[in-house]
């Protein structure tokens, strides 16, 4: 869910917890990288934005993901995992599309 959905809804109470469960299903809040709050602010994450500063400055994307879908946002990115899950894309069909789209992504090595 994007946050103009979610931020004004009864799910707005994920704001103070950095996620929610709803169903038995967990939500957590991404920065447009696809990196949750939580790994924003550990500092054992890779993801850490360090003491002091905003883990989701004002302005920026804050989605509410389903947790399954959080590697995928991750390697797709934010706006082909909004168009996909608009399109009624499944988990796994996602999760394939991500090994197509890693693998013409590698780098190819140049040889002489």
């Given at each position: 869910?994007?946050?103009?959905?979610?931020?004004?809804?009864?799910?707005?109470v994920a704001r103070y917890y950095?996620?929610?469960?709803?169903?038995?299903?967990?939500?957590?809040?991404?920065?447009?990288?696809?990196?949750?709050?939580?790994?924003?602010?550990?500092?054992?994450?890779?993801?850490?934005?360090?003491?002091?500063?905003?883990?989701?400055?004002?302005?920026?994307?804050?989605?509410?993901v389903l947790e399954e879908w959080?590697?995928?946002?991750?390697?797709?990115?934010?706006?082909?995992?909004?168009?996909?899950?608009?399109?009624?894309?499944?988990?796994?069909?996602?999760r394939k599309l991500c090994k197509?789209?890693?693998?013409?992504?590698?780098?190819?090595?140049?040889?002489?």
């Amino acid at each position: 869910m994007t946050e103009e959905y979610w931020v004004n809804s009864q799910f707005s109470v994920a704001r103070y917890y950095g996620g929610i469960q709803i169903g038995g299903k967990s939500y957590k809040i991404v920065n447009k990288q696809g990196a949750t709050i939580f790994e924003l602010s550990d500092p054992d994450s890779p993801y850490y934005v360090g003491d002091g500063n905003m883990a989701i400055p004002p302005g920026e994307p804050a989605d509410l993901v389903l947790e399954e879908w959080i590697p995928i946002y991750k390697i797709l990115g934010r706006d082909k995992t909004i168009e996909l899950v608009k399109q009624g894309v499944s988990v796994q069909e996602a999760r394939k599309l991500c090994k197509e789209f890693k693998k013409h992504k590698t780098p190819k090595i140049k040889t002489k």
